[in-house]
T-cell receptor, first 113, second 114 residues
C-alpha cells in the first residue's frame, strides 16, 4: 500500500537553528509532493509543493524542500528557524492521476526563543 | 481567498447518536474531502466527492457516510456514533481535475463521543 513516512515525530530547536524534516514515500510511479503546516489553532495550509522540474522548491516563510527521486524523499528545510515556526508539519503525496492525498503522520516542531 | 467553513468547532455527542458534520466551500470547487486527524496517525481520508451526488470511499469509510446534494456543501454522517470516532474532523476542497492542485482546509470539528 502507498504510504508516507515522517520519522521525526517531535523536534525541539532553539531559534536560529537549522531545520530538516524527513519525508519518505512508498510509490514507484510519478507523484505530486506537498508539505502542509498547521500552526496552533489554525487551519492546515500549504507550505510548498513539487510536481516536476527543479527538484529544489521554495515555499512560504523561507522553507524549501528537495525531491530526491532515487531515495523517494522530499525533505523540508529551513536554514534558521523562528519561534513562529512552532507548528505541526505534514508531508503528503498524491500519485499521478489520482484524487487521493496521502499524508504522513506529522512532525511537531517546537522552537524556543 | 478560498474559504472552507465547518458547522461546529467543538461537538459532544453520546454513543449511538446520529451526528452530522457540515462543510461549505465558497470557491465552486468540484472536489471535497473528509479526513479525520488523530495524534500519531496524521490525516486519514474517510470519503471524498468529485461532483454533486458522487462519492468515493477513502481509506477508513467504515462507520461513516456522506452526502453532497449541492456543489458547495459536503456532509459527513455518523449513523451511530461510537467512542472510537472521537477525533478531529477536517474538511477540504480542491479545484481542478488533478492531484496537482492544492487542497484547502477548514478549521476542523473536534468531536467527542461519550
Amino acid at each position: 500500500a502507498q504510504s508516507v513516512s515522517q520519522h521525526n515525530h517531535h523536534v525541539i530547536l532553539s531559534e536560529a537553528a537549522s531545520l530538516e524534516l524527513g519525508c519518505n514515500y512508498s510509490y514507484g510511479g510519478t507523484v505530486n509532493l506537498f508539505w502542509y503546516v498547521q500552526y496552533p489553532g489554525q487551519h492546515l495550509q500549504l507550505l510548498l509543493k513539487y510536481f516536476s522540474g527543479d527538484p529544489l522548491v521554495k515555499g512560504i516563510k523561507g522553507f524549501e524542500a528537495e525531491f530526491i527521486k532515487s531515495k523517494f524523499s522530499f525533505n523540508l528545510r529551513k536554514p534558521s528557524v523562528q519561534w513562529s515556526d512552532t507548528a505541526e508539519y505534514f508531508c503528503a503525496v498524491s500519485p499521478l492521476n489520482t484524487d487521493k492525498l496521502i499524508f504522513g503522520t506529522g512532525t511537531r516542531l517546537q522552537v524556543f526563543p | 481567498d478560498v474559504k472552507v467553513t465547518q458547522s461546529s468547532r467543538y461537538l459532544v455527542k453520546r454513543t449511538g447518536e446520529k451526528v452530522f458534520l457540515e462543510c461549505v466551500q465558497d470557491m465552486d470547487h468540484e472536489n471535497m474531502f473528509w479526513y479525520r486527524q488523530d495524534p500519531g496517525l496524521g490525516l486519514r481520508l474517510i470519503y471524498f466527492s468529485y461532483d454533486v451526488k458522487m462519492k468515493e470511499k477513502g481509506d477508513i469509510p467504515e462507520g461513516y457516510s456522506v452526502s453532497r446534494e449541492k456543489k458547495e456543501r459536503f456532509s459527513l454522517i455518523l449513523e451511530s456514533a461510537s467512542t472510537n470516532q472521537t477525533s478531529m474532523y477536517l474538511c477540504a476542497s480542491r479545484g481542478g481535475t488533478s492531484g496537482r492542485h492544492e487542497q484547502f482546509f477548514g478549521p476542523g470539528t473536534r468531536l467527542t463521543v461519550l
